[in-house]
T-cell receptor, first 109, second 114 residues
Framework: KQEVTQIPAALSVPEGENLVLNCSFTDSAIYNLQWFRQDPGKGLTSLLLIQSSQREQTSGRLNASLDKSSGRSTLYIAASQPGDSATYLCAVNTDKLIFGTGTRLQVFP | NAGVTQTPKFQVLKTGQSMTLQCAQDMNHEYMSWYRQDPGMGLRLIHYSVGAGITDQGEVPNGYNVSRSTTEDFPLRLLSAAPSQTSVYFC?????????????FGPGTRLTVT
């Protein structure tokens, strides 16, 4: 059974820091991996989608990597801003999306 | 292009009542799904559909029914609400689950069962 784990569960950093969020999964047979952002009381916004054949994807200050053989993905956020404060979720696609429980990020001025 | 829409945004039910959560998408997506989100549990798949007329169960299907009569709509029915169904419900859609397409989520329905 596929299990997805995100570490840390919560993170608080000062503005301007570069930070890394981690996602690990137990079964490497995935189609892709998707990172989402969720603001309190809101829905999920897709940030990055990495195909199983890819190693990384970039969008602005965000960079996501995927190491399928080791069951790991990281989301790198450069020069963090207070507006980045949210919960970040990763999900692996095995013909169903299996979610981690998220990392709650707070960036303070 | 409205994306994925859900109604209602909030709902309070008494135990034993039934209701339907509505979900619609205007992106011509074949794949649609329902999730529930509970504190500490993450999002869990309830039911999904790979096209009109085809539905299947996810991880936590008990107490819920779905149907898919059109490509656009995928309603979720609670047959007899229980307090354990208090949760936030999200609908999602994608072109095709087994390919390279990302999933789009609706804004959610916050349901409380008393």
């Amino acid at each position: 059974k596929q299990e997805v784990t995100q570490i840390p569960a919560a993170l608080s950093v000062p503005e301007g820091e570069n930070l890394v969020l981690n996602c690990s999964f137990t079964d490497s047979a995935i189609y892709n991996l998707q990172w989402f952002r969720q603001d309190p009381g809101k829905g999920l916004t897709s940030l990055l989608l990495i195909q199983s054949s890819q190693r990384e994807q970039t969008s602005g200050r965000l960079n996501a990597s995927l190491d399928k053989s080791s069951g790991r993905s990281t989301l790198y956020i450069a020069a963090s801003q207070p507006g980045d404060s949210a919960t970040y979720l990763c999900a692996v696609n095995t013909d169903k999306l299996i979610f981690g429980t998220g990392t709650r990020l707070q960036v303070f001025p | 292009n409205a994306g994925v829409t859900q109604t209602p945004k909030f709902q309070v039910l008494k135990t034993g009542q039934s209701m339907t959560l509505q979900c619609a998408q205007d992106m011509n997506h074949e794949y649609m799904s329902w999730y529930r989100q509970d504190p500490g549990m993450g999002l869990r798949l309830i039911h999904y559909s790979v096209g009109a007329g085809i539905t299947d169960q996810g991880e936590v299907p008990n107490g819920y029914n779905v149907s898919r009569s059109t490509t656009e709509d995928f309603p979720l029915r609670l047959l007899s609400a229980a307090p354990s169904q208090t949760s936030v419900y999200f609908c999602a859609s994608s072109y095709d689950m087994q390919r390279t397409y990302e999933q789009y989520f609706g804004p959610g329905t916050r349901l409380t069962v008393t």
